[in-house]
């Protein structure tokens, strides 16, 4: 599970976060959805401990990541706006480095890499250099990075940003199974199909606040709207702090 309690961030005189506070739960996918510039990479960034909180608390499964940082990165995958894949190892190399990072024995982290490309369908570049790789082989690659060392919480910064249909239709797929193996997922979009078709929760923000949370269903009933994306306009213009 991942919580958000009372997060606020500042940059200078640009309040980019405040106050937000949200609970992503166990086999469950939720949403972090908002216009760009609203605070949502720089929530996920707090979560993931890349940046340290001005006020509030972030947690993993129970461990503040502020208190605990190694506890909490051994708890999450997490997939950033970049892929950062290192261009010089092949898509295995890739995947097995990180598996070591995470405390894996060298033999149990290829074991791992080898899974992640059955999985994931990588076989056509697993032996590659990423140099050389599609923006959906870094994307999958990136993602089994996040998973190598098989965290139960899995955060997601705009997954399917450049990625062709087939690429998110594969994705779609995988985050199904593994919510349904039970994990919690947090993942960011501004795209609204994307959304509608994946999330179970939904956290709406707007200006660095929460405005709405709850179900799809919810979020249309609660704006008087049929679609979600009309519920999403509405809900990011009236700032009521609906939750």
Same mark, same amino acid.
Do not use: W
């Given at each position: ?62 461990? $503040?990541?502020? @208190?605990?940082?190694?506890? /909490?990165?051994?708890? %999450?995958?997490?997939? +950033? #706006? ?90 779609? $797929?995988?985050? @199904?199974?593994?919510?349904? /193996?039970?994990?919690? %997922?947090?993942?960011? +979009? #501004? ?53």
């Amino acid at each position: 599970m991942i919580e958000a309690r009372g997060l606020s961030k500042s940059f200078g005189k640009v309040q980019a976060v405040r106050e937000v506070s949200f609970t992503a739960r166990d086999g469950r996918i939720t949403g972090l959805l908002g216009p760009n510039g609203a605070g949502k990479s720089t929530t996920l960034r707090m979560l993931c401990t890349v940046l340290q909180p001005d006020a509030g608390q972030a947690l993993i499964d129970g461990h $503040v990541v502020a @208190d605990e940082p190694i506890a /909490a990165r051994r708890l %999450i995958g997490v997939l +950033s #706006h970049s892929s950062g894949l290192y261009p010089h190892l092949t898509g295995r190399e890739n995947i097995a480095y990180f598996g070591e990072l995470h405390g894996l024995a060298r033999r149990e982290a290829l074991r791992r890499a080898d899974e992640l490309v059955e999985m994931l369908d990588l076989a056509e570049c697993a032996q590659r250099k990423a140099k050389g790789f599609s923006q959906g082989q870094r994307l999958k690659t990136a993602l089994a990075r996040a998973l190598v060392h098989a965290p139960r919480n899995l955060v997601l910064d705009e997954p399917t940003n450049g990625l062709d249909v087939m690429s998110v239709r594969s994705l779609r $797929v995988l985050l @199904d199974r593994l919510r349904d /193996a039970g994990q919690c %997922i947090l993942f960011s +979009s #501004h795209v609204m199909q994307e959304v509608a078709m994946l999330c179970d929760d939904v956290v709406v923000i707007a200006h660095g606040t929460v405005v709405a949370s709850g179900s799809p269903d919810e979020l249309r009933a609660r704006s008087g709207e049929d679609g979600l994306e009309d519920a999403f306009v509405k809900l990011i213009g009236s700032g009521e702090g609906l939750g």
